[in-house]
């Protein structure tokens, strides 16, 4: 059984860059899966924000595009997600997730964890 | 590209069955079969119960049920339940990126 764990600030400045991490068990990083972030700003939607697979280039959405950045780690079994030039409009609950690239649908949640972007 | 619309709301009694809409347009839910929902209860990750436009994952009832219409989808649950009250997204590859519907509260009354 999969599981993800999101780890990293709960608060960020305005203009700062949030950082999180995903620890991977139960399974290999480099296995014949993608890796991805999702959002949901508070009271809203959820929101696809990028995905990288083991070897190959990320996929980012286009609205993120010029500030996200994934990257995968598989000495320590777990995939990163930066995001540049913070504002309020990125406060939300981040999800890691587990994509199944066949099928386009995410199988496995991290719990979630809360970002603030304040001063 | 923008999000997936969903009805903000939909209700029904014990045993009833509704449906919950997801309209998209011919570059992304018309246009690939790939189309997922997932259940959200307050305080929770998001849960995958369906995938690929009808495909229950293992352990989901079966009393969830979906299909697709050229650019809309659409999810059913029958004999409603109370634990069926949550939050729905549907998702839909886009071929650049993924998008996600701004979800529909499942009240059961």
């Known amino acids: 059984q999969v599981q993800l764990q999101e780890s990293g600030p709960g608060l960020v400045k305005p203009s700062g860059t949030l950082s999180l991490t995903c620890a991977v068990s139960?399974?290999?990083?480099?296995?014949?899966?993608?890796w991805g972030w999702v959002r949901q700003p508070p009271g809203k939607g959820l929101e696809f924000i990028g995905e990288?697979?083991?070897?190959?280039?990320?996929n980012y959405s286009p609205s993120l595009k010029s500030r996200v950045t994934i990257s995968v780690d598989r000495s320590k079994n777990e995939f990163s997600l930066k995001l540049t030039s913070v504002t309020a409009a990125d406060t939300a609950v981040y999800y890691c997730?587990?994509?199944?690239?066949?099928?386009?649908?995410?199988?496995?949640w991290g719990q979630g964890t809360p970002v603030t972007v304040s001063s | 590209q923008s999000a997936l619309t969903q009805p903000a709301s939909v209700s029904g009694s014990p045993g009833q069955s509704i449906t919950i809409s997801c309209t998209g347009t011919?570059?992304?839910?018309?246009?690939?079969?790939?189309v997922s929902w997932y259940q959200q209860h307050p305080g929770k990750a998001p849960k995958l119960v369906i995938y690929?436009?009808?495909q229950r994952p293992s352990g989901i009832s079966s009393r969830f049920s979906a299909s697709k219409s050229d650019n809309t989808a659409s999810l059913t649950i029958s004999g409603l339940q109370s634990e069926d009250e949550a939050e729905y997204f549907c998702?839909?590859?886009?071929?650049?990126?993924?998008?996600f519907g701004g979800g529909t509260k499942v009240t059961v009354l």
């Open positions: 990288i697979y083991h070897s190959l280039s990320p």
């Open positions: 011919s570059s992304d839910v018309g246009k690939y079969n790939l």
């Open positions: 998702c839909s590859y886009a071929g650049s990126t993924t998008l």
């Open positions: 139960g399974g290999s990083i480099s296995s014949n899966n993608w």
């Open positions: 690929e436009v009808s």
């Open positions: 997730v587990r994509v199944i690239s066949y099928g386009r649908f995410f199988d496995y």
